[in-house]
Nanobody
Framework: QVQLVESGGGLVQAGGSLRLSCAASGRTFRTRAMGWFRQAPGKEREFVAG????????YYADSVKGRFTIARNNAGNTWYLQMNSLKPEDTAVYYC????????????????????WGQGTQVTVSS
């Protein structure tokens, strides 16, 4: 069993920054590729950013490229999403997810490729 807990969400003005964290506990050897997703009201959950087990490969949705940065600290079983230049359209519940089977340099992009999910943290960007 793997538990993922997100933190760092909140209310911020447009142009501001937030840093989300995701802490893993339990069978953390099952947290290989990691990702961040988000879901806005009335919309489907969408991919935001992903990082390989090695930490050497990352991938971003076009909507956040250049503004968001994903990182990981394997020793501490913690993953991060630094969000800068936030826009009102970034408002959503943000979820971290872990994949248990990815290779060392594989980035997962699809929801159904992830095995474990956190409960989510709300990010609200005011205009």
């Amino acid at each position: 069993q793997v538990q993922l807990v997100e933190s760092g969400g909140g209310l911020v003005q447009a142009g501001g920054s937030l840093r989300l964290s995701c802490a893993a506990s339990g069978r953390t050897f099952r947290t290989r590729a990691m990702g961040w997703f988000r879901q806005a009201p009335g919309k489907e959950r969408e991919f935001v950013a992903g990082i390989s087990w090695s930490g050497g490969r990352t991938y971003y949705a076009d909507s956040v490229k250049g503004r968001f940065t994903i990182a990981r600290n394997n020793a501490g079983n913690t993953w991060y999403l630094q969000m800068n230049s936030l826009k009102p359209e970034d408002t959503a519940v943000y979820y971290c997810a872990a994949d248990a089977t990815a290779g060392w340099d594989t980035v997962r992009l699809r929801i159904n490729e992830y095995d474990h999910w956190g409960q989510g943290t709300q990010v609200t960007v005011s205009s």
